[in-house]
Structures are given as structure tokens and as C-alpha cells.
């Protein structure tokens, strides 16, 4: 398993110090080269991008596109590529990247199919890599690196962890963290679907032991049961920093799929009140409305004092 | 999707999983046809995409003509969570010697899929006793496996061998038609030691329907629910009457949470996706002014990059072309929200600056 901090991040010293390499797999779509300028213009190194059949370009006269993720690879020795393909290109992109040598995928696109997510998962697990998403907002450090499309206001450098199933959630809490002076120190979109490349359980492993970590907000929602194992893996790994959770979902009815791909209820699998109680099991407060969420972590870093 | 009992049976059949004779109908006249075809005695069996249906009276046995009349109406008429009948089931009855439990599953956290079994079926899920639970990695049950199944339920003879062949053909099933889900509860051992498939559940993985245009016609939807799926939103229809619109899944379930929180009913759950632009908050309101219970709307966008002003637009746009009359009670993040109040003085958009109140002034507003 990578280091997630030594991957996007690296040690003060290394060359590329806070200047991690990415390449970008569609830099030349629509929605890739809208993204691929905003995450240069926050600052993230982009080396690289790739499309097939536009190999020998310049995108935005700089940064050298590819017809293959082994060539831009080679040419860049970059460990992250972030995809912005059509959900049905996809497992062909991620098979790309991960032959290629590439150790952190960040899978942007929705709606794909889940059996091509799981052999996705199979290679990286063979190639010792780690997939992000699929349909995830991705990853960032504040005011280092964003591996995403996120936008930037919300997020502020910091000292808590937020990981979260939903994009627009993730920005909305962060938002009202960063408004109480809490920054982040890392933030990682899991994604809305049923099977994520990083579950909860892995993101949580990822940022528990940050030397600096001061608190950590987890953002579920319904459908699954990995905010439960979660749960479970903070009592049994005795994690003590502060930690807050909010749950989207709690008011929507059985057996409908709520815009998200997992966020279905099927029996009492994945229900709303098997998550909060849970969390409440695990002595982590679940906030009913996202501005609750600073108020709650405020509370705890209190008892903790 | 979750497909209806009936079809999930065609595609059973498609498998050569054993069933028992049965016919489905839209109506009465329909039935009474599929009655004489198959004779008495049958069970009437309401079609509808969703569990209970036994406990809700959906499921009722039926042996001659007088029952049939009372009995197939009284189906037809059932509200079960929410849906009402689809079609109507009509399956010969069953001699049954015992009922066991078989279902292949997307285990979501083992990222796996996964058999249950049990010999002690017929019940709900959560109450099937002694599972068996194999995680079967992309779905491939091999030989050995499903033996090995078998004889952890105690199976042996005949019943065994049919059970490993009923196995292997729900796993083909699951892999070639990329399911979430396959249920068979239960799966019956008859009087004669065959085995039966009485009931079946299937729920696709939607986002592999491009590679599957034979499962399309299951697909139902409502002319609303294809028009949003066109326009690239999630639409989700409630019972209630505010209208609830805003950008990302998890932003609008948590809009709709604080809503009910309040006291407010919400009508729909409606997202338009990631971004927000003037044409794609205009194409939510179209399709609000489609669903005639909505008295009030209540719009929730986190706009990172989007300029409010363009959401202002929108509305301003959807009150000239006379598409709404109703009240919008909307908290807008993003750029330029002072001028985008200012557009919208003296319409009938109240911009809010949290979401919290923007939810009081809907749950007042729609009381008027």
C-alpha cells in the first residue's frame, strides 16, 4: 500500500518536493481540460496528459499530450494520473495507468458499471496501487495539491481530515469548517457509488496516523455498510482524536436510488439509523445539518482539552 | 433497477432455472383468460418492485372462479410502500416439502460478489437462520464449490445435484447480466424432490445498462423520470409538496433531511448534477411545473465555480415564460450573490443566505 502523503505530497528535501507530477487521461475532452486548467491554476503540477490519437500536442502550450499512458510515463516518471473519460472508457484508461506504473488513480467519472470498477480493483491490488473513486470529487491537500475538481474557496490548509462519500457535501462541510477555523489537512472524495476503489476503512487507515492530525469529519450517506465498518475500526484500532460524522439520507424513502449509485436502503442494509447508531456506539457525534458539523468538532477538541 | 417477480422469472427461464407455471396480466379481462389456461388452484401474485408483499395481502390463494372475481380486483387495488400494482401473477400452487434460500449479492464492503444460502428459507432476509456465506470474487461458482454448498445445507441425491445446477445457472446469470442482486426465496423442494424457483428477485447494475439493450424493456419510467434522465439529473418522486432541487446527490438528501427535520413534505428530489448553469436550473423548474402537487420550490445549489447570477437568470426566465407561478425559496453559494438578490427583487424568488432559512420561509410559504 502507498503512502498517501509521501505520493501526492514527498518529503522535504526529495526534488519534487510538494510538486508531485499528474497526468491527466482525456486532458483534451471538454470536461478534462476544464479541469486540468483549474487544478494547474491551484497549483498542482500536471506533467502530462493523454489521449489517444492526439498524441504530439501541446495543451495550453505547455504541457505535452500522449496517445498512451505508457509513453507519458516514460516521459514523466509521474506516480498519479487522474481520469476524466466517459464512464464507458474507463476500465481501459485504469488498465492503462496501472500497467503503466501509475500507484494513484483518481477515477473522476460516474455511472460506471461496477464489474468493470472490480477488475479495475483487481489490477491495482496485483500492481500494489491505490484507485480513488470511481465518481469522487478526488483527493487534495489544501493549498498543496488537488487531484480533483473540487473547487478551491472552500478549502483552507489545515490540521483535519475529511473524508467523504458525497462531492458537493464535501465542499459544503468543508466550507463551514474552514468559516470556523478549522483547515484540512487532507481531503478524499470516496465516491457515490456501491464499490470504491478506497473504502472509508482504507481512507481512514490513509490519514490516522498524521503525526499533526487534530480531528476527523466523516461525510456518509445511506446505502452500504461502510460507515458501520467504519465505525467498528475506529473502537477496535482505540483512534482517539476527535471525530464527527454527518449522514445524508436519513428522510429518503426504502429502495430508491438517491442520485448516487450506492445511496440505496435495502431492507435495513444501509439505512440512515444503522449509520448513526453506529457512530454513536463508537462515541463519535453524528451532526443532523452540515453547519453542525465545526459546532460538534468545537465540542470535542473541548472534552479532549 | 429492481425488476418485478414476473421478470425476473423470464430471465430464470431464460437460465433454465425450474418454475412453476404462471402467466402475468395487466387486467382483469386479461386474467380471467390466463385463469382457464392454467386451472385452479393458483396463487395471485401482485406485481410490484418492491418486499412484503405476503404480509401487505399481495399474495393470495385462489380456487375457483368466485375467488377469482373478489380476489383479483382486491390485488389490483393494493398499495404496497408506496407502489401500486404493476401487473398481476398468477402461479399454479405449490406442493412443497421445504423451503430454502439462495441469493448472489454485490457484498458492496468485501467488494465481492457473495452467495447466502440456507436450508431454513421463506423468510425475510434478515431472518434467515444458519447462512451459508461464500465470497465468490467476480461471480464464478465452480463445481466444487457449489457441492461444497450443497452439502453445508445438507442437500444429497437428487436434490443435491439440482441445487449445484440451480447455482451455477443463478451465477451465469449474475455475471452475464451484471446484477447487484439475484434472489431465489425461497427455492422450493417440492413433494416429487424437484427443485423451484417460487419466487425471484434481480436488481441490475444500472450503470451497465449501454452493454445490456435486452434488459431495456424492464425499464419503467415515468415521462418525468425519462424527460430528468435525458436532461442528465437524478429525479426521485415523493409524496409531498415542496419541491427540492439542488447540485450533487449527497447536498440534495441532505436538503431533504433538514426539510422533513422542519416539518416541510418534500414533493421530489431533484438533482441536476455537479455544475449549475442558467439552462440547466431552467430544464429543473420545467420539469417541477410538470408534478401537480408542488406547491413551493426549495433550491439548494453549492455553487463552487457558478456565478448566482446565473441562477438568477433562470428563475427570472421560468416567471416570463409563465413555465412557474409557484414560490422558490432558494439559498444560492457562489459569486455575486448580492446582485443576483437584487435581479430577482420583487419576483417571486426569495434568495436566503443559509439553507436553514431558506427551509423556514418554504415550510411557512407553501402553509399559506
Known amino acids: 500500500m502507498i503512502d498517501i502523503f509521501d505520493t501526492l505530497k514527498g518529503k522535504p528535501g526529495d526534488p519534487d518536493y510538494e510538486k508531485k507530477g499528474v497526468i491527466v487521461q482525456g486532458i483534451t475532452g471538454a470536461y478534462g481540460s476544464l479541469h486540468a486548467k483549474q487544478m494547474i491554476a491551484y497549483g498542482t503540477n500536471v506533467v502530462a496528459g493523454v489521449t489517444p490519437g492526439k498524441g504530439g500536442q501541446k495543451f495550453e502550450d505547455k504541457v505535452p499530450v500522449y496517445n498512451t499512458m505508457k509513453e507519458a510515463v516514460d516521459a514523466t516518471n509521474a506516480k498519479i494520473s487522474i481520469i476524466y473519460v466517459p464512464a464507458k472508457f474507463f476500465l481501459s484508461a485504469a488498465k492503462d495507468a496501472l500497467e503503466s506504473g501509475i500507484k494513484l488513480l483518481v477515477a ?12 479495475a480493483l483487481d489490477l491495482a491490488n496485483q500492481k500494489g496501487a491505490v484507485i480513488i473513486g470511481p465518481n469522487t470529487p478526488g483527493i487534495m491537500i489544501p493549498e498543496i ?3 480533483g475538481i473540487m473547487p478551491p474557496m472552500p478549502f483552507k490548509a489545515g490540521k483535519i481530515a475529511v473524508l467523504s462519500k458525497s462531492g458537493t457535501l464535501l465542499y459544503e462541510i468543508s466550507d463551514a469548517l474552514t468559516n470556523s477555523g478549522f483547515g484540512q489537512s487532507i481531503t478524499i472524495g470516496i465516491g457515490g457509488d456501491p464499490v470504491n476503489g478506497t473504502r472509508l476503512i482504507d481512507a481512514f487507515d490513509m490519514v490516522k496516523n498524521i503525526s499533526d492530525l487534530e480531528g476527523l469529519v466523516i461525510v456518509g450517506e445511506i446505502g452500504g455498510d461502510s460507515e458501520e465498518i467504519l465505525a467498528q475500526r475506529i473502537i477496535d484500532s482505540g483512534f482517539n482524536k476527535p471525530t464527527v460524522a454527518y449522514i445524508a439520507g436519513r428522510a429518503a424513502p426504502k429502495e430508491k436510488r438517491m442520485g448516487h449509485a450506492g445511496a440505496i436502503v435495502m431492507g435495513t442494509y444501509g439505512s440512515a439509523e444503522s449509520k448513526v447508531s453506529m457512530f454513536n456506539k463508537a462515541n463519535i457525534p453524528v451532526a443532523k445539518r452540515p453547519a453542525e458539523v465545526p459546532v460538534l468538532l468545537a465540542g470535542k477538541m473541548d472534552k479532549s482539552d | 433497477m429492481q425488476l418485478l417477480e414476473f421478470q425476473a422469472k423470464e430471465l430464470f427461464r431464460e437460465y433454465g432455472i425450474n418454475l412453476l407455471n404462471s402467466i402475468s396480466s395487466t387486467n382483469i379481462e386479461e386474467g380471467r383468460k390466463h385463469a382457464k389456461e392454467l386451472g385452479y388452484p393458483f396463487v395471485i401474485k401482485i406485481q410490484v418492485p418492491v418486499g412484503g408483499r405476503g404480509k401487505a395481502g ?4 385462489c380456487q375457483n372462479d368466485d375467488e377469482f372475481e373478489i380476489k383479483y380486483p382486491q390485488v389490483m387495488d393494493l398499495t404496497i410502500k408506496g407502489e401500486r400494482a404493476r401487473a398481476i401473477l398468477l402461479e399454479k400452487m405449490a406442493d412443497i416439502k421445504k423451503e430454502l434460500y439462495l441469493s448472489i449479492f454485490l457484498n458492496r464492503s468485501k467488494r465481492c460478489y457473495t452467495i447466502i444460502a440456507s436450508a431454513e428459507g421463506g423468510v425475510e432476509i434478515e431472518s434467515v437462520k444458519n447462512q451459508i456465506i461464500k465470497e465468490i470474487g467476480l461471480g464464478e461458482v465452480s463445481d466444487d464449490l457449489a457441492r461444497e454448498v450443497a452439502k453445508e445445507m445438507e442437500l444429497d441425491g437428487n436434490t443435491a445435484e439440482q441445487f449445484v445446477d440451480t447455482l451455477k445457472k443463478l451465477s451465469n446469470l449474475t455475471i452475464e447480466k451484471e446484477a447487484e442482486l439475484v434472489e431465489i426465496n425461497p427455492l422450493a423442494i417440492m413433494q416429487d424432490d424437484t427443485i423451484m424457483a417460487l419466487d425471484g428477485k434481480f436488481v441490475t447494475d444500472d450503470n451497465s445498462n449501454f452493454r445490456h439493450p435486452e434488459l431495456e424493456k424492464y425499464q419503467e419510467k415515468t415521462a418525468i423520470e425519462e424527460q430528468a434522465e435525458k436532461s442528465g439529473f437524478s429525479l426521485v418522486e415523493l409524496d409531498g409538496d415542496i419541491a427540492v432541487v439542488g447540485n ?13 427535520d422542519n416539518g416541510g413534505k418534500p414533493a421530489c428530489f431533484l438533482d441536476v448534477g455537479g455544475g449549475a448553469t442558467t439552462e440547466s436550473v431552467y430544464e429543473a423548474l420545467t420539469l417541477i411545473s410538470k408534478l401537480d402537487r ?14 448566482t447570477t446565473v441562477v438568477a437568470e433562470a428563475f427570472l426566465k421560468a416567471y416570463e415564460n409563465n413555465l412557474i407561478d409557484l414560490p422558490v425559496f432558494s439559498r444560492l453559494k457562489g459569486t455575486e450573490s448580492e446582485k443576483a438578490k437584487e435581479m430577482l427583487e420583487g419576483s417571486r424568488t426569495n434568495i436566503f443566505d443559509s439553507v436553514e432559512e431558506a427551509i423556514n420561509a418554504a415550510v411557512m410559504g407553501v402553509k399559506k
Open chain 1, 108 to 119: 473522476i467519472p460516474e455511472h460506471v458499471p461496477i464489474r468493470d470498477t472490480m477488475e
Open chain 1, 145 to 147: 495539491i488537488k487531484v
Open chain 2, 58 to 61: 399481495g399474495i393470495q390463494k
Open chain 2, 248 to 260: 450533487g446527490a449527497g447536498l440534495v438528501m441532505s436538503t431533504l433531511d433538514m426539510l422533513s
Open chain 2, 294 to 307: 408542488v406547491k413551493g420550490i426549495l433550491v439548494n445549489l453549492y455553487g463552487g465555480i457558478v456565478k
